[in-house]
């Protein structure tokens, strides 16, 4: 569609789409879309992986880029986000990328049909993070050849991340064996009935992927008790448990990392880390993403 705002709103046939152009554009494809198309980026909360692979993605599809930066823009005097969208509008940006602390952000900008612009959610709150599924979708079909089948252990803090809500989705409905590991105070019913809970002990020796979550200390209060010792001990991936994965096994995630928190600092860099293949994949389905997105406008 002309927008890109929740993996809910996506068929199976559109994630597998997603997937396979970020892979032939990272074997060297080249771009089905004129250059020249006007994006802007508009990161409400602080951002580096996503905002910098979507500029990447954007000048890999010859757009031309605005710059945004809340901080030194009229927000600061009380201007809305509705009105800070149509105003780049009208300024004659064709994307915007919109990161917003607000749950569903997008559905009161488009509400009101005023919008020219195509809407690409680079996160919302703690809704949808569909970028961040496609990327994680795409490194693990790279490693595995299929998703479904697949035991996916995800860790941590379920009930604020908007990675594990869309990543969850998907994996279930691709026919991926979902468990949630973590804090039962952290848990969601919302995204756990998509999979079972588990300890990360019980379940580690038995998963494909260990998909771990950072602790973010942005979104809740942990408490003046809260040790990331502790924390590493009880819930995290501790140089014990990476051990008893299988040889095949994966360690993910969105980054970025409390190092020594949720997981063991230098496992980061393991050899059965693809954390940094992420973020380079990051850029091949954000190149697919806008492309798609550029292609549905010239077809309306
Ligand atoms: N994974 C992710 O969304 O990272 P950023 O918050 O740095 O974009």
Excluded at 18 to 33: H, L, M, N, S
Aim: charge should be negative.
């Amino acid at each position: 569609g002309r927008h890109f705002l929740s993996v809910e709103d996506m068929s199976d046939d559109d994630v597998m789409a997603i997937i396979e152009r970020g892979c032939q554009f990272k074997a060297g494809d080249t771009p089905r879309v004129e250059p020249g198309h006007v994006a802007i980026n508009m990161f409400f909360e602080n951002s580096t992986r996503t905002m910098i692979s979507f500029q990447m993605a954007e000048h890999r599809l010859g757009m031309k880029v605005l710059d945004f930066d809340p901080g030194h823009s009229s927000v600061t005097k009380g201007e809305s986000l509705y009105d800070s969208v149509r105003t780049v509008d009208a300024i004659g940006a064709e994307v915007a990328v919109i990161r917003h602390s607000t749950n569903r952000y997008y559905d009161y900008l488009l509400s009101t049909g005023m919008l020219g612009l195509s809407v690409v959610n680079g996160g919302d709150g703690s809704g949808q993070h569909p970028s961040q599924c496609m990327l994680d979708l795409m490194t693990i079909a790279e490693e595995f050849g299929h998703i479904d089948g697949l035991t996916v252990a995800i860790s941590g803090d379920i009930a604020h991340s908007r990675v594990a809500r869309s990543d969850a989705q998907i994996l279930a409905r691709l026919g991926a064996n979902v468990v949630f590991t973590g804090p039962r105070e952290w848990m969601d019913h919302d995204v756990t009935r998509l999979g079972t809970m588990a300890t990360l002990d019980e379940v580690i020796s038995d998963v494909d992927v260990a998909m771990m979550l950072r602790v973010q200390h942005e979104r809740f209060d942990a408490g003046p008790d809260f040790s990331a010792t502790d924390y590493l001990q009880a819930f995290g991936l501790t140089d014990e448990r990476a051990e008893r994965m299988k040889p095949t096994a994966i360690i993910m995630h969105p980054a970025p990392v409390n190092r020594g928190c949720e997981i063991s600092g230098h496992l980061v860099e393991a050899p059965s880390s693809r954390i940094f293949e992420q973020m380079g994949n990051g850029v091949m389905v954000r190149m697919a993403i806008l492309e798609q997105v550029l292609r549905a406008r010239e077809t309306q």
